[in-house]
Antibody, heavy 121, light 107 residues
Framework: EVQLVESGGDLVQAGGSLRLSCAAS????????MNWVRQAPGKGLAWVSYISGSGATMEYADSVKGRFTISRDNAKNSLFLLMNSLRDEDTAVYYC??????????????WGQGALVTVSS | EIVLTQSPGTLSLSPGERATLSCRASQSVTSNYLVWYQQKPGQAPRLLIY???SRATGIPDRFSGSGSGTDFTLTISRLEPEDFAMYYCQQSGSSRTFGQGTKVEVK
């Protein structure tokens, strides 16, 4: 059974840093690209970042470029998001999601339960 | 960046009725890289449709997707009580963006 479990969500002051983790199990982690998606309270979904299966390719939404860094440890089946210079508008539930390119479309077929990040000013 | 606009914002229907949700892209979505998700309060999104029209594993056949280019539709043929939720479209042909969502609520 595929499982994605986020951790590391917390209350942090504006300007601070936080590192989210996502532990993956039930599939060959290195064979799948991964993403972070966030959802501000009462708002819709917003894509944050992408990393290829090997970790060689990363992409970011403009809103987080230069502040957030995505990475992965394929030996430990783990995905990370390092968030620096946090702002009020980064307050959200952060989901990790697997991208299934084997279908040909890269849809997000499995999601974690989410980790809440609250930025206070 | 491709902007996805979903309409209507809210759809008020009764169980058994047909729901038609629209997703319009600001430019053509490459190779129909258009996906639909369902989300219920307090839960993670659930994949429904990928490639504009292919149902994900375990999704009932009352859900169907159609469209190409810039205009896409999610249709729920007969609403079941568990279908009342938020629905989001997403494109992954040029980076990745989500629509703002359509809420399907009980009339």
């Amino acid at each position: 059974e595929v499982q994605l479990v986020e951790s590391g969500g917390d209350l942090v002051q504006a300007g601070g840093s936080l590192r989210l983790s996502c532990a993956a199990s039930g599939f060959t982690f290195r064979s799948y690209a991964m993403n972070w998606v966030r959802q501000a309270p009462g708002k819709g979904l917003a894509w944050v970042s992408y990393i290829s299966g090997s970790g060689a390719t990363m992409e970011y939404a403009d809103s987080v470029k230069g502040r957030f860094t995505i990475s992965r440890d394929n030996a430990k089946n783990s995905l990370f998001l390092l968030m620096n210079s946090l702002r009020d508008e980064d307050t959200a539930v952060y989901y990790c999601a697997r991208a299934n390119f084997y279908s040909g479309y890269g849809e997000f077929d499995y999601w974690g339960q989410g980790a809440l990040v609250t930025v206070s000013s | 960046e491709i902007v996805l606009t979903q309409s209507p914002g809210t759809l008020s229907l009764s169980p058994g009725e047909r729901a038609t949700l629209s997703c319009r892209a600001s430019q053509s979505v490459t190779s129909n890289y258009l996906v639909w998700y369902q989300q219920k309060p307090g839960q993670a999104p659930r994949l429904l449709i990928y490639g504009a029209s292919s149902r994900a594993t375990g999704i009932p056949d009352r859900f169907s997707g159609s469209g190409s280019g810039t205009d896409f539709t999610l249709t729920i043929s007969r609403l079941e009580p568990e279908d009342f939720a938020m629905y989001y479209c997403q494109q992954s042909g040029s980076s990745r963006t989500f629509g703002q969502g359509t809420k399907v609520e009980v009339k």
